[in-house]
């Protein structure tokens, strides 16, 4: 119970002295508005409808995302974890590709795909499928040796072997690579909405900009944390029904 208190009261907090720091002019109001203003612009951008529907196309292109960048991330992750030939082969490849920052090669995909969805979801999907495919391997890798001796000495069946001990074994670490994920998914989503769409809270964010609209910049900004919060919120729901023994270990 202390500890939720403490999850509420750390942003409260910081929202109070940012009122105060504004209303006792510490901070520059034309460049942070105060919380209860930006609130507001908030509330009238919810109910003008530009907010849903904003916020729909950024949700609907990371979560298409996701799965195209995703599965095979996971996918490749596991077979790295489970066979060397495999790991020796792709190893390198992430090695050298995964330091690239995915935002500069956004124009890529523009000339690749055009300015269509598609180079929105390309997008979003190589910086998925590097995550995960890394978090997935580590998770691999890290099954306790006594488990996978047991099942050799018993000969279990390579599918009892994979939903039994592999994947089980592996799933703490796919879903912290789907949180981190999720992370990046947004930043991309976002950014590829910056330009060349006209819908998107990435467009919200460029037009406020445009517009010289601190408040309604700031409201995009707040909508697109709460979205990330969500889906966060959402996975870590998941994993404590799929992984019930954390939620112990958590508590």
Known sequence: MRVRWLNIAAP??????????????????????????????????AASGELATNALWTLSRLMVGLVIGGIPGTIIGLLMGMNRYVRAYFQPVIALLYPIPKIAILPLFYFIFGTGEAAKWAAVAVGVFFLMAINTEAGVRQIETIYLDVARAYRIRPVSFFFRVLLPGALPNIYAGLKLSIGIAIVLAVAA?????????GFAIFNAQQLLDVERLYAALVAVSLLGFALAAIVDAVEMIALPWRRHRRA
Do not use: D, K, M
């Not at 909405?193 to 809270?201: A, D, H, M, S």
């Open 193 to 201: 909405e910056y330009q060349l769409t006209r819908v998107g809270l």
């Open 12 to 45: 409260f907090s910081l929202l109070v002295l940012w009122q105060v720091a504004v209303s006792t002019r510490l901070l520059n109001p034309g460049l942070f508005p105060p919380p209860t203003a930006i609130a507001a612009n908030f509330v009238a951008y």
